[in-house]
T-cell receptor, first 117, second 112 residues
Framework: GAGVSQSPSNKVTEKGKDVELRCDPISGHTALYWYRQSLGQGLEFLIYFQGNSAPDKSGLPSDRFSAERTGGSVSTLTIQRTQQEDSAVYLC???????WGSGNEQFFGPGTRLTVL | GENVEQHPSTLSVQEGDSAVIKCTYSDSASNYFPWYKQELGKGPQLIIDIRSNVGEKKDQRIAVTLNKTAKHFSLHITETQPEDSAVYFCAAGLYNFNKFYFGSGTKLNVKP
C-alpha cells in the first residue's frame, strides 16, 4: 500500500518568504509527527498530532513555525519569514495512533529538503 | 529532557566483518530504544527495537544490547553486506508516549 508522502520533495526559497510543507500520512494512521534533520545531525522532534489535535508542540523552534492537521489526515507545516538556519530536511512520520511502542511503529516519508537562500 | 549521544559518526568496515554502533542516554526513565536505518534519499525505517525489561534482542544479523545501569545501548550487525550501507539512528524515550529523542546518526559504509 501507499506509504507516507511529502511534497514538495525540494523547496528553494528566499530568506523572509513563507513556506508550506505537506504531509500525507498512511491511510488510517491517526498519529502524525514532524521532525527536522539538519546536515549531519539527528532527527529533531518538532510536533506530534493525535487526530487533529497537537498535544505536544514543544519541539517547534520558534513562533515562526506552525502546523495544522485537518480531517485527521493531511498535515501542513508552515514556516514564516524563513531564515537560512531553517534549511534542513523536514520529515513526516505517521503511526496507527495511541501510544507509540505499543506496536505503533512510526513510518517516515522521504522528506522535504528546504533550502533558504 | 532526554539527551542521546551516538558514536561513531562514521564507520567503515569490510564486507563480512561486524559493525557496532553505540549510544548513551541521560534520562533513566527512558524504557524504549528503537534503531532506525536511513538509506539515501529515503526516510528512516525501524529495524529493531528493545524495551528496558530485556537486555538483548536479536533479529537475524542484527542485535541490540541494553545496559540500563550504565544507560547505554548498542547495535550489532554481523556479516555485513554492501546493502547495510546507510545512516543508522538510535533513539530513546518512554514506551507509552509518542515522542522519542534521536542520536546524531552513524554513517556506515560496507566495502565490498
Amino acid at each position: 500500500g501507499a506509504g507516507v508522502s511529502q511534497s514538495p520533495s525540494n523547496k528553494v526559497t528566499e530568506k523572509g518568504k513563507d513556506v508550506e510543507l505537506r504531509c500525507d500520512p498512511i491511510s488510517g494512521h491517526t498519529a502524525l509527527y514532524w521532525y527536522r534533520q539538519s546536515l549531519g545531525q539527528g532527527l529533531e522532534f518538532l510536533i506530534y498530532f493525535q487526530g487533529n489535535s497537537a498535544p505536544d508542540k514543544s519541539g517547534l523552534p520558534s513562533d515562526r513555525f506552525s502546523a495544522e492537521r485537518t480531517g485527521g489526515s493531511v498535515s501542513t507545516l508552515t514556516i514564516q519569514r524563513t531564515q537560512q538556519e531553517d534549511s534542513a530536511v523536514y520529515l513526516c512520520a505517521s503511526s496507527l495512533g495511541g501510544y507509540w511502542g505499543s506496536g505503533n511503529e512510526q513510518f517516515f516519508g522521504p522528506g522535504t529538503r528546504l533550502t533558504v537562500l | 529532557g532526554e539527551n542521546v549521544e551516538q558514536h561513531p559518526s562514521t564507520l567503515s568496515v569490510q564486507e563480512g566483518d561486524s559493525a557496532v554502533i553505540k549510544c548513551t542516554y541521560s534520562d533513566s526513565a527512558s524504557n524504549y530504544f528503537p534503531w532506525y536505518k536511513q538509506e539515501l534519499g529515503k526516510g528512516p525505517q525501524l529495524i529493531i527495537d528493545i524495551r528496558s525489561n530485556v537486555g538483548e534482542k536479536k533479529d537475524q544479523r542484527i542485535a541490540v544490547t541494553l545496559n540500563k545501569t550504565a544507560k547505554h545501548f548498542s547495535l550489532h550487525i554481523t556479516e555485513t553486506q554492501p546493502e547495510d550501507s546507510a545512516v543508522y539512528f538510535c533513539a530513546a524515550g518512554l514506551y507509552n508516549f509518542n515522542k522519542f529523542y534521536f542520536g546524531s546518526g552513524t554513517k556506515l559504509n560496507v566495502k565490498p
